[in-house]
Every structure is written in structure tokens, then in C-alpha cells.
């Protein structure tokens, strides 16, 4: 079946670095990506939904000067934490929506950020 | 806005207790919903779906109704074994394209031998 793989699985990075989390549809196009975000005993929360050369579009409160998404490719998508500080330690998830498939929807394993 | 609720966990349970994890929601519209599972160190896996009222969406032994009149979807299952230990997510989505899903905090289910 389909898979997302996603990147780094985990990372800790000292405040004021920058991260990058790659996520990548292994066997199929998928013209629509989306990043979330959860914070410990939360939803996961939409943080943008990014679309193959074209701006991420993000939803409100997400600052996207600090998270900046690259979808450059059919099949990758990029996520980066700038300047990172300790309130942006949370675990980041993508999904990837298969080109012409409304519910093909197929999920990462997460990213847990940890910013000392 | 659109919104889930799920019970909170972490949710123990003997291999072949009868398992129920609560979810209701909260929409605009006649939302699509789901249920998706996340096996430790793995990423969400769609479990089952129901696109309308009345509808019942099951795998793996795992069922769950969708109840415009309760607006719930509890998921349940008669016989849990100790592979069905996870995180369990109830989710919506409203549309199509790009709609995105909208998730519940998610259940963790622990179930011992």
C-alpha cells in the first residue's frame, strides 16, 4: 500500500536553530500535503495545508515566516522550524492526499521536536 | 467550527474485554468520519469510515456507527487481543479535495495478557 515516510522520527536541537522535517509519498503523486502539529494531550491541529508548487496555505495563529513549507516536488514536502524555541517542542505529522483521491489520505509516522 | 471530542485515555484493558472508545462531533454540515489507528512507531492508519448517517464502517473486528441523532461515532470492539494496542484518533472531514481532517486528541489503548 501507499506509504508516507517522514523525517527525522525525532530530534532535539538547541534554541535558536533551525530543523527541517522532511515528508515523502513513496509510491504515488500526491499534489496535496498536510502538516499538524500536537501537543501533548491535544488534537492533532492543522498547521497548513500545502500544495505542489504552489504557497502553503496556513491556518490562523501559525506564524509562516517560523515554519516555512516547501512542496516543491510531487512526491516531497518540507517542513522547517525556524529559530526554534522550547514553546515549538510538539510532535509534527504529516499526511499526504493521493493525486485524485479524496480519501486517500496516508499519514507519516510523526516527528517529535524536542528545543532545549 | 467543526470539532471532535474523544474520551480521554490511556484506556487498560484484559485481552478480550469488550473495547468502547467515545467520539462525538460537532459540524456545519454532513460530515464523512473516521477513525484511524497509530501502532507505536508508525504513522496513522485509516481503520474504518462512514460517509453517512446509518452507515456502520468495521475492520479488524472494530465497528462504529455514525449517529446524526447523538452526533457520534463510538468505535467498539467485542474481543480485543494485545496487537490492538495504540493510539486511536476519531476524525472528520467536511467537503472534499482539499479538505483537511479534523482529530480528536486521540486514545491510547493498552491491552495486557
Known amino acids: 500500500g501507499a506509504v508516507v515516510s517522514q523525517h527525522p522520527s525525532w530530534v532535539i536541537c538547541k534554541s535558536g536553530t533551525s530543523v527541517k522535517i522532511e515528508c515523502r509519498s513513496l509510491d504515488f503523486q500526491a499534489t496535496t500535503m498536510f502538516w499538524y502539529r500536537q501537543f501533548p494531550k491535544q488534537s492533532l491541529m492543522l498547521m497548513a495545508t500545502?500544495?505542489?508548487?504552489?504557497?502553503?496555505?496556513?491556518e490562523q495563529g501559525v506564524e509562516k515566516d517560523k515554519f516555512l513549507i516547501n512542496h516543491a516536488s510531487l512526491t516531497l514536502s518540507t517542513l522547517t522550524v525556524t529559530s526554534a524555541h522550547p514553546e515549538d517542542s510538539s510532535f509534527y505529522i504529516c499526511s499526504a492526499r493521493e493525486e485524485g483521491k479524496y480519501e486517500k489520505l496516508f499519514f507519516g509516522s510523526g516527528t517529535q521536536l524536542s528545543v532545549l | 467550527g467543526n470539532s471532535v471530542t474523544q474520551m480521554e485515555g490511556p484506556v487498560t484493558l484484559s485481552e478480550e474485554a469488550f473495547l468502547t472508545i467515545n467520539c462525538t462531533y460537532t459540524?456545519?454540515?454532513?460530515?464523512?468520519l473516521f477513525w484511524y489507528v497509530q501502532y507505536p512507531g508508525e504513522g496513522l492508519q485509516l481503520l474504518l469510515k462512514a460517509t453517512k448517517a446509518d452507515d456502520k464502517g468495521s475492520n479488524k473486528g472494530f465497528e462504529a456507527t455514525y449517529r446524526k441523532e447523538t452526533t457520534s461515532f463510538h468505535l467498539e470492539k467485542g474481543s480485543v487481543q494485545v496487537s490492538d494496542s495504540a493510539v486511536y484518533f476519531c476524525?472528520?472531514?467536511?467537503?472534499?479535495?482539499?479538505?483537511?481532517?479534523?482529530f480528536g486528541k486521540g486514545t491510547r489503548l493498552s491491552v495486557i495478557a
Open positions: 459540524a456545519t454540515g454532513y460530515p464523512s
Open positions: 476524525a472528520l472531514s467536511e467537503g472534499s479535495g482539499n479538505t483537511p481532517l479534523v
Open positions: 500545502s500544495n505542489e508548487g504552489s504557497k502553503a496555505t496556513y
